[in-house]
């Protein structure tokens, strides 16, 4: 709690930096817009069991053959990696397809974030996708927030801190606010005008790299707000849906 | 070089981040807008024959007996240090008390990114005190161009990165500008409108610290725009005016 007596609502840039915050009985948010937070909205929202996150093509084969009724998923340079079963695309996992099964995703930055946080209270995922129940959810915690964007390769990106700005400027009034990457994340956001992202993100290091394999539809989705929304919550290895 | 032949310009948020940015035959920026990179403009603008950076008080002390016609400044929780003369405010070092003397100075977060980079071709420091020199000298190099925020203890500042935006916005034509963090720079130097710095930093972390301090002058001050119009260039150990 901060001198306020509002908890506090910070962002962090990087994993790289995640050193510099302290997550302790903090709720942390684990921010991978392009697209694995975005994918693990879509089929948790579209009935997956659960989404297990893990980080090495191996460990997702190996679970895929453990798991009853699983699915293993998981891209390289926007390709199915040899050896998994789908991609890393919302738009994959519709209700018919996913309901009832384990997703179990490879992803390289938003599961390398995850893991990373130790002694946070709670760790939920965000994205466009999932905004306002995310919203409503810390809203609701009465917590300390770190908003944790996974950036790409440890370098800031576009994407993620345009969604954290867009969580902050919803949350400015409940929390207290020292912290300049959450400002400069709500700068973003307002620079964006708040409703088209896509727009906003076509100049951008992600969108130019999976432009070139063909994701911009991908891309768009991930960027409307709300068609999602549940709050995915780490219970053990897996995230759930937050009832 | 990139693929468009125009050199790169990429902006680091914090020295926690350096690694990740390849500085090699680069020009380097240290930016350390409150104050550092802003007092060693004014001095070396007002008539300083060099300013030496140095990253504890205890080298400062012993530099000062060893240099001639030196000064030794640096402050720590925004009062002189023990053992030290004089501060860290641009304002103290006006020519009659300035001219041909060496400035010894201690700084943490400036002076520790400029002795982080190895390989750089050059380096120059920046702030908004020489906005314009700095850009010239840039448009001038025809090498790939790093601008570096010292930020605050390793955490991403909004001083430092609205300048790094000052310069993107300048530059944006003349060199291939494919970084999220320069982008963002950018949006947040439109964001300010591109005149009234200071009153863009009055929410900021460094703001509110600084004017516990009673500092507020100074901070607008240093967002004055090409007050002193110098390149500081590292030589060896010195900063010295580039001519």
């Known amino acids: 709690m901060s001198s306020t007596g509002k908890p506090t609502l910070e962002v962090c840039f990087s994993p790289a930096l995640l050193h510099l915050y302290n997550t302790k009985n903090a709720v942390v948010v684990i921010i991978d817009v392009f697209r ?33 009724n699983s699915i293993t998923a998981g891209e390289r340079d926007g390709k199915v990696a040899a050896g998994l079963q789908h991609g890393n695309s919302p738009l994959e996992y519709h209700p018919e397809f996913i309901k009832d099964k384990t997703l179990v995703l490879t992803t390289t930055n938003g599961t390398r974030l995850l893991h990373m946080v130790k002694d946070a209270a709670v760790i939920i995922t965000g994205s466009f996708l999932n905004l306002s129940a995310v ?5 609701g915690q009465n917590k300390n927030v770190l908003l944790g964007c996974a950036s790409w390769k440890d370098r800031f990106n576009l994407e993620d801190t345009l969604f954290a700005g867009a969580v902050v400027n919803r949350m400015q009034e409940k929390f207290n606010i020292n912290c300049d990457s959450a400002r400069a994340a709500n700068h973003l956001y307002k620079a964006s005008g708040g409703n088209d992202f896509i ?16 994701l911009e539809h991908d891309m768009a989705y991930c960027c409307t707000p709300d068609l999602h929304p549940v709050v995915p919550i780490l219970k053990g290895r897996e995230l759930v849906v937050h009832y």
């Open 135 to 139: 919203c409503n959810f810390l809203a």
């Open 36 to 68: 694995a937070t975005s994918t693990i909205a879509a089929a948790l929202h579209n009935g997956a069991k659960c989404v297990i996150p893990v980080a090495s093509v191996e460990e997702c084969i190996q679970l895929g053959t453990e798991i009853d």
């Open 199 to 214: 727009s906003f993100l076509r100049d951008s290091s992600h969108y130019n790299r999976l432009s070139a394999f063909g």
